[in-house]
């Protein structure tokens, strides 16, 4: 679960880190009175979506020349003004893809001088299961291409969970980053601060670009980027409260409410698979046939026919698909409540595109027997590489 920006910065702010005064921004006519309570002489304003980019990112139908998600802006009038551009509009940056996102919220912050900018987040390490530091000098916009080009200049080391955070690991970072007399000791300070917000939390990433040497050589955070275990929400219902849906995909946000696992692509074939690892190899089948799978659906292995009944449903709302393959190896799931949810979902909503199916594991037969005798115009599949190429070519005709 990811938040916004402003939300994220209330979160370090608790925990003692050192942000810029802000207000958030819902309506436009509140901008004036939002910038009106800061303190100049900057103010900046910041669109706030799900994604990063957003200064160089652009408006869709923009004016010529007009500027991108973040703009520095010397007045209150001002930064209203430009507040009030920016809502309702949508942001296109090079993580939202050609579709943009619609900006619903604005983050008008006092600005800060800046002397440097820096590079840090926090992170699960999926290989050694720890909690990893990365930092840079080389922080701000262009960090990808940093991490691209030049990677000697980025610093990655993971915490022994025993121990926890040290203040060697923040002398660590002050070092790799340049850091000098007090900047050394805020450093650490930030560092302990943040590693102790990332574990109460259960964080999977906390993200500062940048983070700043500000004038007068205090460390401070300018932008904060949070993401958390969707697992473990329910043990902070102060987070869970935080979750904006309208930043998140419909037919993902309607498979959460029925604990499937789905992810929106942008190809043309559906997939219904039981298990991650047998999902993951059907999207491989499928692009080494010469297609692009339109999802990952994960049915699980104690989906019920009610939920293979809107899994589904789901799949067929996606305008992009021309085709579904329906692939379960019965374990625990069992084919005939795959087949059920099937042809209850076909009769409710329709069947437009052409439907593979692919049965075998827990009672096959009975699975088979309820799709043969349903009536419905379904592909038969003795394996993943016959339905794979069956669902192709029915695709590509």
Known sequence: MNIHEYQAKAILRSYGAPVS?????????????????????????????????????????????????????????????????????????????????????????????????????????????????????????????????????????????????????????????????????????????????????????????????????DLKVLDAKLGFDGNAIYRHPDIAELRDETEEDPKELEASKYDLNYIALDGEIGCMVNGAGLAMATMDIIKLYGAEPANFLDVGGGATKEKVTEAFKIITSDENVKGILVNIFGGIMRCDVIAEGVVAAVKEVGLKVPLVVRLEGTNVEKGKEIINTSGLDVIAADNLKDGAEKIVKAVKG
């Open 21 to 217: 005064e802000g207000r958030a921004v819902l309506r436009a006519e509140e901008a004036k009175t939002a910038a009106g309570a800061l303190d100049g002489p900057l103010w900046v304003v910041k669109a706030q979506i799900h994604a990063g980019g957003r200064g160089k990112g652009s408006f869709k139908e923009a004016d010529a020349g007009e500027k991108g998600g973040v703009r520095l802006t010397k007045s209150v009038e001002e930064a209203a003004e430009e507040a009030k551009k920016m809502l309702g509009r949508t942001l296109v940056t090079h993580q939202t893809g050609p579709a943009g996102k619609q900006v619903n919220r604005i983050y008008i912050e006092a600005g800060s001088g800046i002397e440097r900018e820096l590079y840090l987040a926090l992170l699960v390490d999926r290989q050694t299961s720890r909690i990893s530091f990365v930092c840079s000098t080389e922080g701000g916009m262009d960090i990808e291409e940093v991490a691209e080009s030049t990677p000697e200049k980025i610093l990655s080391f993971s915490v022994d969970p025993v121990t926890g955070y040290q203040p060697y690991h923040g002398r660590r970072i002050a070092f790799s980053l340049g850091l000098e007399g007090a900047q050394v000791k805020q450093c650490v300070k930030l560092m302990g601060q943040l590693y102790q917000a990332f574990v109460e939390k259960d964080m999977e990433m906390l993200e500062i670009n940048p983070l700043i040497v500000a004038e007068g050589g």
